[in-house]
């Protein structure tokens, strides 16, 4: 039977850790879940993960996840630069890549092309990649066309100096969602139209800052009817500098000159390089026949 020591224990209430030590373990796995979720989706997005020779082939047969086909092509592109001769072995599929329906596949796709200026193929596909529908892909065509010293994408690659022009897909009443200085990357949302009570967005395809709207907010615009302009991100300049440095043409050196004279919000390497790019062209001019 039960002495009296153990019917007071079994009154007694039971002892539960300090209310201070409580909160300190909540704070504790607070602060874990802080640092892990970031890293779970750093990992899972990072391009720079190594990945093996199966998984790479994998992600190019199963075709399910784009941001796997998208790390998969990166992969490719490194061991291209390191000059690997056993990434031929996907060469099938990287070309098979460039009329992948997914817009972000093609824009990677044809820069991972222009990593191996030695393959016929691969010239081929980037020269129909100048036509398409997306202006990164048509960009990023033109820029490792000069891998190729092939200046087809010329026109693509001067237009990159130049403010892009963002069209109205359908007709209806506008509400804009940026202003003027605001930077824009490929995907982001720059406004609505209502048709109808019914809302579509219009989102960038290009990176740039608002430069200026073309219409005013809640005013009725045309299905094709330029609506803003974008002026051109420094990474895009850059890109179009270099590429012109090699294929640039004297008809080109007002657009250039424009930052070499330093532009708005743009480092001083974009001048340096505008610079350089326009003494190579002239240096090419006074050469030429």
């Given at each position: 039977m039960p002495n009296d020591d153990t019917?007071?224990?079994?009154?007694e209430p039971k002892r539960r850790a300090p209310l201070g030590a409580r909160w300190m373990f909540a704070i504790l796995i607070l602060a874990f879940l802080f640092v892990l979720m970031p890293f779970l989706f750093w990992n899972a997005t990072w391009f720079g993960r190594p990945m093996s020779d199966a998984q790479i082939s994998q992600a190019l047969v199963e075709r399910s996840h784009p941001r796997e086909i998208?790390?998969?092509?990166?992969?490719?592109e490194s061991r291209m630069e390191a000059?690997?001769?056993?990434?031929?072995?996907?060469?099938?599929?990287?070309?098979a890549l460039a009329s992948d329906p997914m817009d972000e596949i093609r824009v990677t796709d044809a820069w991972v092309m222009g990593q191996d200026n030695k393959n016929p193929g691969f010239r081929d596909a980037l020269i129909k990649l100048l036509n398409d529908r997306n202006p990164m892909v048509q960009r990023n065509a033109a820029l490792s066309l000069v891998r190729f010293d092939d200046d087809s994408g010329h026109g693509q690659i001067v237009d990159?100096?130049?403010?892009?022009?963002?069209?109205?897909?359908?007709?209806?009443?506008?509400?804009?969602?940026?202003?003027p200085g605001d930077t824009v990357n490929p995907g982001t949302l720059l406004a609505h139209i209502d048709v109808g009570g019914q809302s579509r967005e219009v989102r960038s395809q290009v990176p740039g800052t608002v430069e200026n709207w073309l219409v005013p907010d809640g005013s009725t615009v045309s299905a094709g009817q330029r609506i803003a302009l974008l002026a051109p991100s420094e990474s895009m300049?850059?890109?179009?500098?270099?590429?012109?440095?090699l294929v640039g043409h004297v008809?080109?050196?007002?657009?250039?000159?424009?930052?070499?004279?330093?532009?708005?919000?743009?480092?001083s390497?974009?001048?340096q390089q505008a610079q350089y790019t326009s003494a190579a062209i002239r240096a090419r001019s006074t050469s030429s026949p």
């Amino acid at each position: 039977m039960p002495n009296d020591d153990t019917r007071q224990a079994a009154r007694e209430p039971k002892r539960r850790a300090p209310l201070g030590a409580r909160w300190m373990f909540a704070i504790l796995i607070l602060a874990f879940l802080f640092v892990l979720m970031p890293f779970l989706f750093w990992n899972a997005t990072w391009f720079g993960r190594p990945m093996s020779d199966a998984q790479i082939s994998q992600a190019l047969v199963e075709r399910s996840h784009p941001r796997e086909i998208q790390h998969a092509l990166t992969q490719i592109e490194s061991r291209m630069e390191a000059r690997d001769p056993g990434v031929i072995r996907w060469y099938p599929q990287v070309l098979a890549l460039a009329s992948d329906p997914m817009d972000e596949i093609r824009v990677t796709d044809a820069w991972v092309m222009g990593q191996d200026n030695k393959n016929p193929g691969f010239r081929d596909a980037l020269i129909k990649l100048l036509n398409d529908r997306n202006p990164m892909v048509q960009r990023n065509a033109a820029l490792s066309l000069v891998r190729f010293d092939d200046d087809s994408g010329h026109g693509q690659i001067v237009d990159m100096l130049r403010p892009y022009g963002i069209e109205a897909p359908l007709a209806g009443r506008i509400e804009t969602r940026l202003k003027p200085g605001d930077t824009v990357n490929p995907g982001t949302l720059l406004a609505h139209i209502d048709v109808g009570g019914q809302s579509r967005e219009v989102r960038s395809q290009v990176p740039g800052t608002v430069e200026n709207w073309l219409v005013p907010d809640g005013s009725t615009v045309s299905a094709g009817q330029r609506i803003a302009l974008l002026a051109p991100s420094e990474s895009m300049v850059w890109e179009a500098l270099r590429a012109l440095y090699l294929v640039g043409h004297v008809a080109d050196l007002p657009d250039i000159q424009r930052f070499a004279r330093g532009a708005d919000g743009m480092s001083s390497q974009i001048a340096q390089q505008a610079q350089y790019t326009s003494a190579a062209i002239r240096a090419r001019s006074t050469s030429s026949p």
